[in-house]
């Protein structure tokens, strides 16, 4: 049966409050401020990643209908809340307010000699300029009480914190999520909307479909990893931030079952990496741009350790491809991934509960 979050997931959402602050010198809009409520010791942030060639904006309706499913869902439950939540959408690099070359935004077929480090540099830069951020948006927004978003002193409970850090990123920014997660221990669950995990693969078969000199049809374009259009160092970029990479650099993904040897190897960085954490993936089926087949061999390792030798890691993965859906983020998916998202920052104060309790 559908819950209050999917009926008004299917709905055009309620418009909520938009504020468009300066924050460690970008430009960010604020989704939901003004409607947290004066109850609230605690705020969940959902950082929006933005796509390739778009800009904060358009990841307006998103948070329009993840704070919206999010009210609607506390009305329903008429108790007064100490949570409230937020969402967050700034320009990623070289785009927007950022811009500084449409050129560098382009691809091989448009003439950009330079895609692969241009994009990477994109989404690890998107995902250094999120971490940072995390560390100064509570200052910025709450202060002593008497910041933007402390009701000018007038909140009913004293100090309040951001406790929780979410990530919805779609397309160039599902990239950024999945590194994201990867990269920060205070962000703990993802929305990757037609990203993927495996950077080298991905640009691999770009390669191949752009018809690149440095592709050798004689070696599955194992060449091309280290060429001049994929140089050494944007490899070892890749082994540094990207999940496929950082778990398994330039070899192939470990088959399924894992070798207990590999899981041996792999086990502490998965520790150290998304112990506890929360992944929903939304791929199109009818993807060109980024085909769910390129991330698979990745995914089903991931879902398989999680699902067996690594249970005890208590990672939660959600992986979903949408038949006959392109690269888009339709309507079934942003359901999908409001649900997601309400269940998520609900399980924050359980998860809190908990902690007190073995205290």
Same mark, same amino acid.
């Given at each position: 049966? @559908? %819950?209050?979050?999917? !009926?008004?997931?299917?709905?055009?959402?309620? &418009?909520?409050?938009? =504020?468009?602050?300066?924050?460690?010198?970008?430009?960010?809009?604020?989704?939901?401020?003004?409607?947290?409520?004066?109850?609230?010791?605690?705020?969940?942030?959902?950082? #929006?990643?933005?796509?390739?060639?778009? /800009? /904060?904006?358009?990841?307006?309706?998103?948070?329009?209908?993840?704070?919206?499913?999010? !009210?609607?869902?506390?009305?329903?439950?008429?108790?007064? =809340?100490?949570?409230?939540?937020? @969402?967050?959408?700034?320009?990623?690099?070289?785009?927007?307010?950022?811009?500084?070359? &449409?050129? &560098?935004?382009?691809?091989?077929?448009?003439?950009?000699?330079?895609?692969?480090?241009?994009?990477?540099?994109?989404?690890? %830069?998107?995902?250094?300029? =999120?971490?940072?951020?995390?560390?100064?948006?509570?200052?910025?927004?709450?202060?002593?009480?008497?910041?933007?978003?402390?009701?000018? %002193?007038?909140?009913?409970?004293?100090?309040?914190?951001?406790?929780?850090?979410?990530?919805?990123?779609?397309? #160039?920014? %599902?990239?950024?999520?999945?590194?994201?997660?990867?990269?920060?221990?205070?962000?703990?669950?993802?929305?990757?909307?037609?990203?993927?995990?495996?950077?080298?693969?991905?640009?691999?078969?770009?390669?191949?479909?752009?018809? #690149?000199?440095? $592709?050798?049809?004689?070696? !599955?374009? @194992?060449?091309?990893?280290?060429?001049?259009?994929?140089?050494?160092?944007?490899?070892? &970029?890749?082994?540094? $931030?990207?999940? /496929?990479?950082?778990?398994?650099?330039?070899?192939?993904?470990?088959?399924?079952?894992?070798?207990?040897?590999?899981?041996?190897?792999?086990?502490?960085?998965?520790?150290?990496?998304?112990?506890? /954490?929360?992944?929903?993936?939304?791929?199109?089926?009818?993807?060109? #741009?980024?085909?769910?087949?390129?991330?698979?061999?990745?995914?089903?390792?991931?879902?398989?350790?999680?699902?067996?030798? $690594?249970?005890?890691?208590?990672?939660?993965?959600?992986?979903?491809? $949408?038949?006959?859906?392109?690269?888009?983020?339709?309507?079934?998916?942003?359901?999908? @991934?409001?649900?997601?998202?309400?269940?998520?920052?609900?399980?924050?104060?359980?998860?809190?509960?908990? =902690?007190?309790?073995?205290?």
């Amino acid at each position: 049966m @559908a %819950g209050a979050a999917d !009926q008004t997931a299917e709905e055009v959402p309620a &418009a909520v409050s938009s =504020t468009t602050l300066t924050i460690a010198g970008l430009q960010l809009d604020i989704y939901g401020l003004v409607e947290l409520p004066a109850s609230a010791t605690s705020v969940s942030c959902l950082w #929006l990643h933005h796509g390739r060639l778009r /800009k /904060k904006e358009d990841m307006a309706e998103t948070a329009h209908r993840v704070i919206s499913a999010h !009210q609607h869902q506390h009305r329903q439950q008429e108790k007064q =809340t100490k949570r409230g939540l937020i @969402a967050v959408a700034f320009d990623q690099r070289n785009h927007g307010t950022r811009l500084v070359s &449409a050129r &560098a935004n382009d691809s091989w077929n448009r003439g950009n000699g330079t895609h692969a480090q241009d994009m990477f540099g994109m989404v690890s %830069g998107t995902v250094c300029d =999120t971490m940072h951020l995390i560390d100064v948006l509570e200052g910025y927004l709450f202060g002593a009480g008497d910041g933007p978003g402390g009701g000018g %002193g007038t909140t009913t409970t004293g100090r309040v914190v951001i406790d929780q850090h979410l990530v919805l990123g779609r397309s #160039l920014g %599902g990239h950024s999520a999945w590194q994201l997660l990867f990269a920060d221990p205070r962000v703990t669950a993802a929305v990757v909307v037609i990203g993927c995990p495996d950077y080298m693969r991905l640009l691999k078969d770009r390669a191949r479909k752009s018809k #690149l000199a440095t $592709y050798s049809k004689d070696d !599955q374009g @194992a060449s091309f990893i280290g060429s001049k259009d994929f140089p050494e160092s944007l490899v070892k &970029a890749c082994e540094k $931030y990207d999940p /496929k990479g950082i778990l398994f650099g330039t070899d192939e993904v470990a088959t399924v079952p894992t070798p207990t040897a590999e899981q041996e190897r792999i086990r502490p960085i998965l520790d150290s990496k998304v112990r506890g /954490k929360r992944f929903q993936i939304l791929s199109g089926g009818d993807d060109k #741009l980024v085909p769910y087949a390129i991330g698979s061999p990745f995914l089903d390792f991931f879902k398989d350790a999680t699902a067996t030798w $690594y249970r005890d890691g208590n990672v939660y993965v959600d992986d979903n491809v $949408y038949a006959g859906v392109g690269h888009d983020f339709d309507l079934t998916m942003k359901k999908d @991934a409001v649900r997601f998202i309400l269940d998520t920052v609900a399980l924050a104060d359980q998860d809190n509960k908990a =902690t007190s309790a073995k205290i």
